[in-house]
């Protein structure tokens, strides 16, 4: 099993940035690939972007080029930069992986961006 834990939410005006983190612990030397997800008041969860083990990723277009998701293995941990953020950005942002076919999700933390 897998547990994932995000951290670094906040408020931040437009225009600023934020770095989350998303710590892994459990069964870690299987994790390949980690997304970080987001859903806001009264809309579906979105993927905002993905990383592979081989550090390959992937964003959505309304974050590319401001969004860098990075990781560090040795510390289990992946980085989600967000910068020159908008109200729009304001969600919950989860982190994700799948393992054994199972999803794991963290408990997720708040963004909110002030126009």
């Known amino acids: 099993q897998v547990q994932l834990v995000e951290s670094g939410g906040g408020l931040v005006q437009a225009g600023g940035s934020l770095r989350l983190s998303c710590a892994a612990s459990g069964s870690t030397e299987s994790i390949n690939v980690i997304g970080w997800y987001r859903q806001a008041p009264g809309k579906q969860r979105e993927l905002v972007g993905s990383i592979s083990s081989g550090g390959i990723t992937v964003y959505a277009d309304t974050v590319k080029g401001r969004f860098t998701i990075s990781r560090d293995n040795a510390k289990n941990t992946v980085y989600l930069q967000m910068n020159t953020l908008k ?29």
């Open 87 to 115: 109200p729009e950005d304001t969600a919950v942002y989860y982190c994700n992986t799948v393992q054994n076919n199972l999803f794991y999700w963290g408990q997720g933390t708040q963004v909110t961006v002030s126009s």
